[in-house]
């Protein structure tokens, strides 16, 4: 008896508890759950395509409208220069980060408040909610890539070397989701309103972005501004390295990398900050 009962006081325990100072972020759970976000991404792209009338065709029509609008409204009427290249083809490149962008921050926004089941039930890193919502967009975004690529045959624009580095701009683009994400994810627990918006914060947003015109069209003096906005590098990026356009100047490039680095610090802290009331609020 007395050795059984040692033997149990011996054994070992786990204790949860919420982390402690701003910077505790903990994102080794991340990997230590990678499991379940596997299942998360995989949940998110089954719901999207089950039982619908025109599954993954809907992800590429959508932006080929909008190709056609932005030809007609920027190119034959407005006259906005294309770098040398067929405009279809400069708007489509864009297109192509800035819908997963859009969809991506819109799903990564709600994620946490349509998840409430989970959050509210069981313990696994509340990070991985925005993270599978931000990731599962990037299968549209290759049906659109297959696309491009037949926009880019019939206008016999060829790819240049830059083609290597089309997964670092893809990097960037899921970074960018992610950060402003986690802040909007944690602040539409509180304020369910946030979720209305996001669609109208989406639209400003593509328009002052490079999305249906380039760079090369804002004011010099106001370009390292303008490129405080990470889709900026994002999206010059993806046309250099698909098109082959004028390369993006290093420095807009680096303000860009900077102020994503900032807001994917920020949308973290704050993320992990406001995670330990979201089974009590939501």
């Known amino acids: 008896m007395e050795c059984t009962a040692g033997m149990t006081a011996q054994k070992p325990s786990v204790v949860i508890q919420p982390q402690t100072g701003l910077f505790q972020l903990d994102l080794l759970s991340v990997w230590q759950y990678r499991e379940l976000l596997y299942f998360l991404i995989w949940r998110d792209v089954m719901t999207r395509y089950k039982q619908t009338a025109i599954g993954a065709a809907w992800v590429v029509v959508q932006p080929l409208i909008n190709m056609l609008i932005f030809t007609f409204v920027f190119s034959r009427l407005a006259k906005v220069p294309s770098d040398g290249v067929p405009y279809p083809v400069f708007a489509f490149a864009a297109l192509l980060p800035w819908s997963y962008f859009s969809q991506a921050l819109s799903k990564a926004s709600g994620s946490v408040v349509t998840s409430a089941n989970l959050v509210t039930k069981i313990y696994f890193p509340r990070l991985l909610i925005p993270l599978a919502a931000t990731l599962a967009p990037i299968v549209d975004m290759f049906f659109s890539f297959l696309v491009l690529l037949l926009l880019m045959l019939w206008f016999n624009v060829v790819p240049s070397w830059g083609l290597i580095t089309l997964p670092f701009f893809i990097l960037l683009a899921v970074l960018t989701a992610l950060s ?92 992990k900050a406001m995670e330990q009331s979201f089974a009590d609020v939501i």
């Open 180 to 271: 402003v994400g986690l802040f909007t994810s944690a602040l539409n627990v509180r304020y369910r309103d946030v979720g209305s918006i996001m669609p109208f914060i989406a639209q400003v947003w593509m328009y002052v972005s490079p999305v249906a015109y380039p760079v090369s069209m804002v004011p010099e003096q106001w370009r390292m501004i303008y490129s405080l906005n990470p889709m900026v590098g994002v999206i010059e990026g993806f046309r250099w390295a698909l098109l082959g356009t004028t390369p993006p100047d290093p420095a807009l490039m680096a303000v860009s990398a900077l102020a994503l680095l900032f807001f994917c610090l920020a949308g973290t802290v704050y993320f």
